[in-house]
């Protein structure tokens, strides 16, 4: 029963993202969606030196993009489905709401809180505040702490 929804996940070094993309790819095989991956490469401080720059850039990007299929067979064991990928560069509030306007595909966005005393973490602060109203999909937030059989019970 294909339903075309595509969850969303941005993928960032935080311990809680694994709760979020387990969530996602559970939802997806559960609902015959897909899971789409976002990492986003924040500009590097060397501007001024634009052949560091370019190369710092060039790597980060290299990097993401391993990142990135390394988690696509994990996504693809646990949802069913390839993900789709996507990189880009700049602010990470700011590309992931640029992404979810520019690509209607895309039907939930799923983050996971850090549930520690630091807050939420900045994402999910900016989403749920002032935020929000740029996004034209739900979002859902996994509490970071969930175990794997946590997150398969509620998926």
Known sequence: MPTNRVFLVVVDDSPEMQAALRFACRRARSSGGQVALLRVIEPTEYEHFASIGNLMRAEAREAAEELLNRLAGDVNQLSGHV??????????????????????????????????????????????????GKLRVPLTLVPGSLTPDQIDAIS
Do not use: F, Q
């Open 83 to 132: 993900p789709v990928l996507h990189v880009r560069e700049g602010n990470p509030r700011d590309e992931l709401i640029a992404l979810i306007a520019e690509e209607p595909s895309i039907s939930v966005l799923v983050l996971a809180a850090d549930t520690g005393p630091g807050g939420p973490g900045p994402l999910v602060t900016a989403l749920t505040g002032k935020y929000i």
